[in-house]
Structure formats: structure tokens, C-alpha cells
């Protein structure tokens, strides 16, 4: 990650700190091997002095700093996460994307309390739209309780596919419009609620799903590991996943460069 990834800061007086590009870096490979609050970040620099010199550090950050960061550079995490998700499509051309949500269960004082077909719960929800090989193009994380159909448009925005697969939730006539605007064939399965079945072509694709299900596993269980549990605010704990999207796409992206198709032989996340 260097500064054609992250733009360098207009100079101003005072002390120069440390700068977004090395603060960037530091909160991706904090996800990039599971550690789950600042404190372990600090230590782990500490004992590491080749990893602080290998991210470009002279000396390692305190807490607090690192604490900010989060909050000071979400915008700027969401602005790298889409650079790689273009390098992504790039790379390995979109032809499939399945919109899926995954709650994340906090009891945060901004959480919120949401419904999945499991039940109610409190908390956050990821909102993701992966292609083929289930990596992530796009991503929101809201509270709890905002519906899943509404944000279909903005997690195809700008993304190019032949098909766009959801289930039930997203199931309207605005969400087939947009899907059909972006030039894509809309396979989204029906919501029995609203009245007569029409005949849905592409039917068997509808079986996709998994590949975003997959990926709601992979990202909570062995990229996030639980770390959005010890921060508070919404601010915070979204810079924390999208670090983990960034982390997740630039293993992938090394892979497929690589010449590796078969993700799982060679990510950390799938082992």
C-alpha cells in the first residue's frame, strides 16, 4: 500500500504526526493478523521491530493515536477499500454478484435491534455485494435495523455483472429496475407476502447465494474474529470491517496475480 493507494495529506503547521499512509497501513494489517483492539496493535509493534520498520514507523504509536485513527480516517479506509475492489474487478472480471446482509451482534449504546430469519437481534448489520469468487465490491455497515431491500442500488452502483442474484428480502420492482439499469439480468427470489409468483428465469442461479453466505461466515469468523465488540460507536467499528474487506481483497488480489484461482490453498482466511 503505498501513495498511489492512499493520497498524501495537504502539509500544515505543527507537528507532521505520522501520516494517513503509515496510519492506513497500520489499521489494515492490524486485521490483516487478528488483533482485536489498539492495546495488542501497540504491543505487537513493540515486540515486532520489523513489522513497525516494514509499515514505515520510526517509533511505535501510543494507544490513544492508534484509537483516533479509526475514527479520523473512515472515510479514507472506505476510498482504499474501493481502489482494490476496482483492482479486483480488474483482475478477475465481474460476471456474477450476490447482495446478501449478516448481522453483527453488539450491544453497542448505537446499536440496534434488527430481524434475520433466525430472529431478532442487537446490533449492526453488513451489507455486502461479492462477485464469483466471493470477494467483496461493495460495502455498508449500518445499524440493526435498517432494511435490507433499500440499499440493493447502492451496492450495485458503479459495478458491472451479467447476473445479480438475492434472496427474498430484496425482492421489489425498484431493486429490478436498478439491477436491470446496470445492464445485468435481476435473479432475485421471490417474497411469497407480495401476492402471485411469476416465472423467474435463471432460476437454478438463485443457488449462488451461498457465495455470499460463505463470505458472511469467512469475514466475521476468521477476519473480524469478534473485534467489533471491544470499540464504541458505529464510526469506529465500520473502519475496523472495512479494514478487514481491504485486508480480505488485497490477499485474494495477490493470489489471483499469481496465477492461484483456488483461494483457499493460499489465504490465511480459508485455512
Known amino acids: 500500500m503505498n501513495k498511489l493507494v492512499v493520497p498524501e495529506e495537504p502539509r500544515r503547521r505543527g507537528n507532521p504526526g ?30 515486532h521491530p520489523e513489522a513497525l520498520k516494514g509499515l514505515g514507523f ?29 483492482l479486483v474487478r480488474m483482475v478477475a472480471p465481474t460476471t456474477l454478484l450476490v447482495v446478501d446482509s449478516t448481522p453483527i451482534v ?32 461493495k460495502g455498508e455497515f449500518t445499524p440493526g435495523n435498517r432494511y435490507d431491500s433499500p440499499l440493493l442500488p447502492s451496492l450495485i452502483d ?38 402471485r409468483r ?8 438463485l443457488r449462488k447465494r451461498y457465495l455470499a453466505e460463505q463470505f458472511n461466515g469467512l469475514v466475521k469468523n476468521h477476519v473480524l474474529k469478534g473485534c467489533w465488540a471491544m470499540p464504541r ?10 479494514a478487514g474487506l481491504i485486508s480480505l481483497n488485497t490477499t485474494a488480489v495477490k493470489a489471483i496475480l499469481e496465477g492461484e484461482r483456488s483461494l483457499r490453498r493460499v489465504s490465511q482466511y480459508w485455512a
Request: net charge positive; with cysteine; hydrophobic share 40%.
Open 18 to 47: 505520522y501520516g494517513c499512509l503509515k496510519a492506513v497501513r497500520l489499521l489494515v494489517y492490524s486485521r490483516q493478523i487478528g488483533l482485536k483492539n489498539d492495546t495488542r496493535i501497540v504491543e505487537h509493534l513493540k515486540r
Open 58 to 86: 520510526r517509533t511505535v504509536p501510543d494507544r490513544t493515536t492508534v484509537g483516533r485513527w479509526w475514527r479520523r480516517y473512515a472515510g479514507l479506509l472506505k476510498e482504499v477499500f474501493e481502489w482494490f475492489s476496482r
Open 106 to 137: 453488539d450491544y453497542d449504546m448505537e446499536a440496534e435491534w434488527g430481524f434475520t430469519g433466525r430472529g431478532p437481534f442487537k446490533g449492526f448489520k453488513l451489507h455486502a455485494a461479492v462477485n464469483q469468487l466471493g470477494l467483496p465490491l
Open 158 to 195: 458503479d459495478l458491472e455483472a451479467e447476473y445479480v442474484v438475492a434472496d427474498a428480502a430484496y425482492d421489489s420492482e425498484a431493486n429490478r429496475k436498478a439491477v436491470r439499469a446496470m445492464g445485468a439480468q435481476p435473479i432475485i427470489a421471490q417474497n411469497p407476502r407480495r401476492g
Open 198 to 205: 411469476r416465472r423467474l428465469k435463471h432460476r437454478k442461479l
Open 233 to 242: 460507536g458505529i464510526i469506529k467499528k465500520a473502519s475496523m470491517v472495512t
